[in-house]
């Protein structure tokens, strides 16, 4: 099957994209110049500096001693800095000019000159926003947060879908009514709309919320094409063999009608993730989805889309390139799986 996706060029595209995206998110803290949990390390005196920005830093050692944690903690949750980090504007011998609003300060280490041990080089290549983070490492965070929400939503999606797809299919009778009745009560509301009334029914907001939120809001197109192969490989020889030779219900959907419908199945899911980080991405934007100062590119595009028609229009337009290749990505990932996953096809 790689090999059919890597004859589709688009689909390969989407394939090393999303393949680099997982890659850079399981690192995560490790890559991101802002190792601080949630890449929130604030320096308002360089705030909305353009991309390529580098600026010197005065490193002061905190008075209180961070203890040591273990490295899939770190990994998960960042680093608390042993350091506090002062932007430095200019350096004069044994004094150095720190940025303020008020202009430059004038400070002088009193017990000894300062040397370069004392003094680091930061480049913010993707530049600061209005709160002076850098804006790469949230990028790369929030690219974390996109990616488990789309996650952790198909998988909702995947369960209701195709268990109630199999039900409706191969029962039918009152239970088949029922489902489709279900179905089309939903699917007649806008997936928005859905994703935002559950979440306005759970008092705290965060990446459970989201991901009930999504998941339940998105199975119903899952549902209905389960539903549709179904209805047609129930009524093939090889089921009808099966119930004459006294299988269980359970066995010929699970394992006689389910390994046979999972090539669409796989290309809805596609589908429905691209979707997901869609939703998410608006659920935040809403303010209803993942809650600051987690970043997502959602919440990044909703603190800085007033900045579009200003000189620092490039703090939303990231995320939402981001946000775009990554949907194109599974977008044509999802199409490259159908061509190779179809029959049909030569």
Known sequence: M?????????????????????????????????????????????????????????????????????????????????????????????????????????????????????????????????????LLSRVIIGARVSLLVGFMSVLITLFIGTILGLLSGYFGGWLDSLILWLINVVWSLPSLLIAIAISFAFQEKGLYQVFLAIGLSMWVELARIVRGQVLQIKEMEYIQAAKVLGFGNGRILFKHILPNILAPIIVVCAANFASAILLEAGLSFLGLGVQPPTPSWGSIIKEHYNYIVFDAAYLAIIPGICIMLLVMSFNFLGNALRDALDVNMK
């Open 2 to 134: 790689l090999k059919k996706i890597a004859k589709n060029r688009l689909g390969l595209f989407g394939l090393v994209f999303i393949t680099l995206l997982v890659v850079v998110s399981i690192l995560g803290y490790l890559i991101t110049p802002d190792a601080t949990p949630n890449a929130n390390e604030i320096h308002l005196e360089i705030a909305l500096q353009k991309p390529m920005f580098s600026v010197n830093m005065l490193q002061i050692e905190r008075d209180k001693q961070i203890d040591k944690s273990p490295l899939w903690s770190d990994l998960w949750s960042g680093v608390q800095a042993s350091q506090v980090l002062v932007p430095v504007a200019e350096i004069r011998g044994d004094s150095f000019a720190i940025f303020s609003k008020n202009g430059l300060l004038n400070w002088q280490l009193a017990e000894q000159p300062i040397t370069k041990k004392h003094i680091i080089q930061r480049t913010y290549w993707f530049g600061t926003d209005r709160y002076g983070r850098d």
